[in-house]
């Protein structure tokens, strides 16, 4: 997985992607680290930061060139924008069971299959506990190159979450799971160290924006 993660940090140092043309000011939980006194993008206190965040996303999905992506946890769907930005015929399916956050997932929507009208974008408004290989085939998905996991933040939601990707995952699939150094959520590690270690999986880390992280295991073991 090192040569792998290697390949991740050099398109991230050539991506294009820029997440602020998505950015909602309206509904963006975060404006006030955004957009502190409404100075210019470039003196904007978290831009970089995120900038560098957003292209380590969109250059896993780079390297991975995948046919099908799912993602539990959409909220405005930036990562999503980011994933699609080189693979924009892809199939994305989005989980989420933000009921205090219909907009943002309203708002994601639009913006995915405004930018990416090629794309075939699916958001599915539920906890991530439906996914299971019947649930693909119900919806005659096919099993997913890329899976992005950005749920619920505590040990056994995201234990879970990595098992139910592990599932529906491709062989040789990438799994992502996000905030994996971030200290305010010590169970996204546990989680992912607990779930590494029963499964044996290959993985890597990559330190993408102040503590938030990438633990990224790739499906080379089938059960």
């Keep these: 997985m090192e040569n792998f993660k290697s390949k991740v940090l050099e398109l991230a140092q050539k991506s294009t992607f820029d997440y602020i043309q998505f950015v909602n000011e309206k509904y963006e939980r975060d404006i006030k680290y955004l957009y502190p006194n409404r100075p210019s993008i470039a003196k904007r206190t978290r831009y970089k930061e995120l900038l560098a965040y957003y292209k380590i996303k969109s250059a896993i999905a780079e390297a991975v060139n995948p046919r099908a992506i799912l993602e539990i946890g959409v909220r405005l769907g930036y990562s999503a924008a980011a994933f699609l930005h080189k693979n924009p015929f892809s199939l994305y399916i989005g989980i989420d069971n933000s009921t205090l956050e219909v907009t943002n997932l309203d708002y994601a929507n639009f913006i995915l299959i405004k930018n990416y009208s090629q794309a ?5 408004r539920n906890n991530s506990d439906i996914i299971s290989d019947g649930w693909r085939k119900t919806f005659n998905y096919p099993l997913f190159d890329l899976i992005h996991i950005d749920g619920s933040h ?3 939601s995201c234990y879970s979450d990595l098992y139910r990707a592990k599932e529906v995952s491709n062989v040789k699939g990438i799994i992502v799971v996000d905030d994996y150094f971030n200290n305010a959520c010590p169970g996204v590690g546990r989680a992912c160290k607990r779930f590494q270690n029963e499964t044996n999986l290959p993985f890597c880390e990559i330190d993408s924006c102040r503590g938030n992280g990438e633990f990224i ?3 080379d073991i089938i059960y």
């Design 120 to 124: 075939k974008i699916f958001i599915h």
């Design 154 to 156: 505590d040990t056994m």
């Design 217 to 219: 295991l790739r499906n």
